[in-house]
């Protein structure tokens, strides 16, 4: 069963920094395409980034520049670092797997098969 944990999730201020974690369980990892998704209050779920197996990586336009995703294929994880955070960024942020091994582009949502429980993430101005 897959399963998949997310963690590292805060309160900082403008300009501030976060690295999120995702834990992954229950299926080889490296071997789906990840991505990290948002949700901020009262608006739809979005893509932020992606990584394939080959690690391959796309990034929303509004992140480019300042997030990096990154898996560290020993332990299971996927990360997202999170730099020069603005008060947009607040969300509540997801992991999600899609079973095929390589992304196009931050895959859409219906393209996720497994999806974690969230972190939130607020940023104060």
């Known amino acids: 069963q897959v399963q998949l944990v997310e963690s590292g999730g805060g309160s900082v201020q403008a300009g501030g920094s976060l690295r999120l974690s995702c834990a992954a369980s229950?299926?080889?990892?490296?071997?789906?395409?990840m991505g990290w998704f948002r949700q901020a209050p009262g608006k739809e779920r979005e893509g932020v980034a992606s990584?394939?197996?080959?690690?391959?990586?796309s990034y929303a336009d509004s992140v480019k520049g300042r997030f990096t995703i990154s898996q560290d294929n020993a332990k299971n994880t996927l990360y997202l670092q999170m730099n020069s955070l603005k008060p947009e960024d607040t969300a509540m942020y997801y992991c999600?797997?899609?079973?095929?091994?390589?992304?196009?582009?931050?895959?859409?949502?219906?393209?996720?098969?497994?999806w974690g429980k969230g972190t939130l993430v607020t940023i104060s101005s």
């Open positions: 999600a797997a899609d079973t095929r091994p390589y992304c196009s582009g931050v895959p859409p949502l219906y393209a996720m098969d497994y």
């Open positions: 229950g299926y080889t990892y490296s071997t789906y395409c």
């Open positions: 990584i394939d197996s080959n690690g391959s990586t």
